[in-house]
DNA sequence: TCTGGGGTCCTAGGACCC
DNA sequence: TCTGGGGTCCTAGGACCC
């Protein structure tokens, strides 16, 4: 059998995770720039605040019912799940950790011990984990146990709707199974998405248990081999196996939006080379090396104009291949200004410029050129040692004199919460 | 005023090879 | 009149995930 733990509200509950004074209280975390909702608390759903809602449509609500807004914390939470993941795995040996706030757990170690006249036991430690994860983090989760992947999704949507599970649900017997998936919309299936859906319901396929049914031929024509790996699934037979290694990335990007609309090249640029120096951090933290460098920009579709009709729109991108794969900022940099100045035009307000790494390739396996030397081995020391000054003393200590020292273009955060587990400086006092 | 960011996988079709 | 068979690689576009 296999559990799925997903955290309940994640960004939500990382926030009160230190803050009891939320408790019973609506909490949301905005995206990027304070735009739309991206986390909502229970209390938050219940007086009717969407996914993704942008947070300008519902001042109103937040107003009358003293919802708490919070900017996103990514510091906050990645370490948080981090902590999580470090509990599940005090129970189970393979965990897979599927995002920031999922995880499979593969039991089989637990039903070898147990036999199979027992499977109300998987039941007791998953809420066990349960209580755990909830004492020492404070964030809540909920369980799902399945035969497959996909009914271990299907199971965890139910523990998570059905305040008689009390945050656990088992799908073991065929019984079991059958009676879910029959009262399971498609549209909540793992792998269906809103396309999917709408192609289904045109073919009068409205449950889980009726997609389950449908001939493998027409899944395969219609919805690729994913279609029918997912009625595999949904039929017991396990297609998606747990992948405990996570694999290199294979592309790494950086493209957050500006605070405001910034129609000056020397801000794009400057942009351009802080987004390039996180991306290049990500790209030396997983030992990889970029061979390919694009960068892209747009204008923001929702901008009016003064007369009240659509602003004029202008997006592009540029693509540069290197001359050998490289992780140095200032190498990546170098290509990827010359990328933005061909694509630059003035008379446009931008919403953002992004860098996009490709064609990743280890850094011990690079491949020189044939008519070209390997980058200097003095660059990579140099990353190295940038990267571990500001690993200490914090992000941009030491930086590219292209980023510069403007910061007015930068994302808002209006409504950050402190960095409570990983700054010593921002660390929670008791009095 | 204000509308997110960062990824993966699959397929068809075109170009090419012997 | 008659024009093969079996492949690989790349790309754009579309679908999906959290």
């Given at each position: 059998m296999i559990g799925l733990v997903d955290c309940n509200n994640f960004y939500a509950s990382c926030e009160r995770s230190f803050n009891?004074?939320?408790?019973g209280k609506p909490v949301i975390v905005l995206s990027n720039n304070d735009g739309n909702v991206v986390a909502r608390s229970a209390e938050a759903k219940a007086i009717g605040i969407k996914m993704a809602q942008p947070v300008f449509q519902i001042r109103e609500l937040i107003e009358a019912h003293d919802v708490r807004v919070f900017s996103s914390n990514y510091t906050l939470y990645g370490d948080m799940s981090a902590r999580v993941m470090a509990t599940l795995g005090r129970f189970v040996e393979d965990v897979e950790v599927y995002s920031i706030d999922e995880a499979f757990l593969d039991f089989s170690c637990y039903e070898r011990q147990i036999g199979r006249e027992e499977p109300a036991d998987l039941v007791t430690l998953a809420r066990q984990i349960r209580a755990t994860v909830a004492q020492w983090t404070r964030i809540p989760v909920s369980i799902g146990i399945a035969p497959t992947k996909t009914l271990a999704k299907v199971a965890n949507w139910l523990a998570k709707r059905d305040p008689a599970c009390g945050g656990v649900r088992m799908l073991a017997t065929e019984e079991q199974i059958h009676q879910a998936l029959a009262g399971?919309?498609?549209?909540?299936?793992?792998?269906?998405?809103h396309r999917y859906t709408a192609r289904l319901r045109r073919e009068g396929v409205r449950t889980a248990l009726q997609y389950s049914r449908i001939p493998d031929d027409w899944l395969r024509d219609n919805l690729t081999v994913n279609g029918l790996r997912l009625a595999y699934e949904l039929r017991g037979t396990p297609c998606r196996l747990l992948e405990l290694e996570s694999p290199a990335k294979k592309a790494i990007c950086a493209a957050p939006s500006f605070s405001r609309p910034v129609g000056d090249l020397a801000t794009m640029s400057q942009a351009l080379a802080t987004h390039l120096a996180r991306a290049s951090e990500k790209l030396r933290k997983q030992g990889s090396a970029a061979s390919c460098v694009t960068v892209f920009l747009n204008t923001n579709r929702f901008r009016k104009s003064p007369n009240g009709e659509l602003a004029k729109q202008y997006s592009n991108s540029q693509s540069v291949l290197l001359p050998h794969p490289s992780a140095s900022s200032l190498e990546l940099n170098h290509y990827a200004q010359a990328a933005l100045k061909a694509i630059f035009r003035f008379g446009y307000f931008y919403q953002k410029v992004g860098v996009l790494l490709s064609g990743l390739v280890p850094t011990d396996h690079r491949q020189p050129g044939l008519f070209t030397d390997l980058p200097d081995e003095r660059l990579a020391k140099l990353s190295a040692a940038v990267d571990r000054v500001n690993q200490r003393h914090g992000?941009?200590?030491?930086?590219?004199?292209?980023?510069?020292?403007?910061?007015?273009w930068a994302m808002r955060q209006e409504w950050l919460s402190r960095r409570y587990t990983t700054r010593w400086g921002e660390i929670l006092f008791a009095k």
């Open positions: 009891p004074a939320l408790d399971f919309d498609i549209a909540e299936l793992w792998g269906i998405g992000r941009d200590r030491v930086r590219l004199a292209a980023q510069g020292y403007d910061r007015t």
